[in-house]
């Protein structure tokens, strides 16, 4: 016969899983944070490349980087890696809050259930709300 775990071994358990969408949330927010700066400078600096070729009239240069920029403009608006960051960065505050909350809240069960019950609802939340790429029309 197996024994119930123990309430500081459920509480420890549900840290790691905490733990774990943290990691998970900052990581994709990085990523995508860093895709939005990267490809914003990229844009910028196309557009004002393209701007000076166009004073020292080099038309065919400058129409070849004008459509470059255009693509890195057209990737960064479809993928929305600004808004992406931001959900990740959002979600990863409200993870923070509930490990906070894990920490030093809860010494029940009673509350244990309750911040399970948040944490269900801030995943519900990941996989409802997050931001999908957008069609191109």
Known sequence: ???????????EKFQEHIEASLKDSYKKYSRNNISDIVLTFLG??????????A??????LAG???AISASVLSIQEVYN??????????LNMKTK?????LKYKVSSDDDMEKIVDKF????????????????IE
């Not at 910028?44 to 070729?53: E, G, H, Q």
């Not at 600004?82 to 959002?90: D, L």
């Open 81 to 90: 890696f600004n808004e992406k960051a931001n959900f990740y960065r959002r």
């Open 44 to 53: 910028i600096a196309l557009s004002t490349t393209v701007t000076i070729l």
């Open 97 to 101: 809050q509930l490990r906070d909350e």
């Open 120 to 135: 269900l609802a801030l995943r519900d939340d990941r996989i409802s709300n997050n931001p999908r790429r957008k069609k």
């Open 1 to 11: 016969m197996t024994s119930q775990p123990s309430f500081n071994e459920k509480k």
């Open 55 to 60: 004073f020292w009239e080099d038309a065919t």
């Open 64 to 66: 070849i980087l004008g």
